[in-house]
């Protein structure tokens, strides 16, 4: 008999994340979560909303289901993770780098979109001036 204390079914976990059934189905099926199979019912442990928690927050970081999966397969139960902790520190030190290069260039971006608007501002300015003085608006 599968212990089933201390679960969540698919719409209670889906509440508790804010997430759709489909979003979890698709991390069952890349091997990010386990949840007990009951017939068609899927039951979540504490450690399936552990593994939720550190999913979401991995994406939101911009690591790939890929880093992800691996890096939850690198835990360790007796609590020796520092070959997990160090991958972990690698990765986000990476994705930090690339987030801030693509801040860069989107200040860049927004700069040029700044002075193309002021430009075309003026221009605009430019082409109403003539009307107004033969009172056309």
Not at 14 to 28: G, N, Q, W
Not at 32 to 42: A, D, M, Q, S, V
């Amino acid at each position: 008999m599968t212990d089933t204390t201390d679960t969540l079914t698919i719409r209670e976990m889906c509440d508790a994340f804010d997430v759709t059934p489909r979003t979890l189905r698709f991390y069952e099926a890349k091997e990010l979560l386990f949840p007990i199979r009951l017939g068609t019912r899927r039951l979540f442990t504490r450690a399936d909303r552990a593994r939720l928690t550190l999913i979401l927050r991995g994406k939101r970081f911009g690591f790939s289901l890929e880093d992800i999966r691996q890096l939850l397969a690198m835990y360790e139960p007796d609590g020796s993770n520092l070959t997990q902790m160090q991958r972990t520190f690698e990765i986000a030190r990476d994705r930090l780098a690339q987030m801030e290069a693509q801040r860069a260039e989107l200040d860049v971006a927004i700069a040029e979109l700044k002075t193309q608007l002021a430009e075309g501002e003026k221009m605009i300015a430019a082409f109403r001036a003539p009307a107004v003085e033969q009172g056309r608006p």
